[in-house]
């Protein structure tokens, strides 16, 4: 099974930017999209961002289209969040998780079968 893991996370003031990293270790081809999803306290996980390893297709979920920016490093086996003009309500704690299969739309903590530990985003208004 892949291993994640998640670095990049820290506080930061409103409209400030952070870019969040995903290293994968052990991964298989079977595992082709890798996804950020979000969890503030008191509510549930939601997806962020998705991205298939080999043609790099993308999908964003509304609330951070047009301000965040998923990519990958193949070479390096990492996966990145570009997150840009970072509001109080971006905070919560950020996952990345990697699926098997080609769906990179539509997606949900279940479609997901390993996950990182999480890595903390703080946004001072």
């Known amino acids: 099974q892949v291993q994640l893991v998640e670095s990049g996370g820290g506080l930061v003031q409103a409209g400030g930017s952070l870019r969040l990293s995903c290293a994968a270790s052990?991964?298989?081809?079977?595992?082709?999209?890798m996804g950020w999803f979000r969890q503030a306290p008191g509510k549930e996980r939601e997806f962020v961002a998705a991205?298939?390893?080999?043609?790099?297709?993308?999908s964003y979920a509304d609330s951070v289209k047009g301000r965040f920016t998923i990519s990958r490093d193949n070479a390096k086996n990492t996966v990145y969040l570009q997150m840009n003009s970072l509001k109080p309500e971006d905070t919560a704690v950020y996952f990345c998780?990697?699926?098997?299969?080609?769906?990179?739309?539509?997606?949900?903590?279940?479609?997901?079968?390993?996950w990182g530990q999480g890595t903390q985003v703080t946004v001072a208004s």
């Open positions: 998780a990697a699926k098997t299969g080609g769906r990179i739309y539509g997606l949900g903590p279940a479609d997901f079968r390993s």
């Open positions: 052990g991964r298989t081809f079977s595992e082709n999209v």
């Open positions: 991205i298939s390893w080999s043609l790099g297709i993308t």
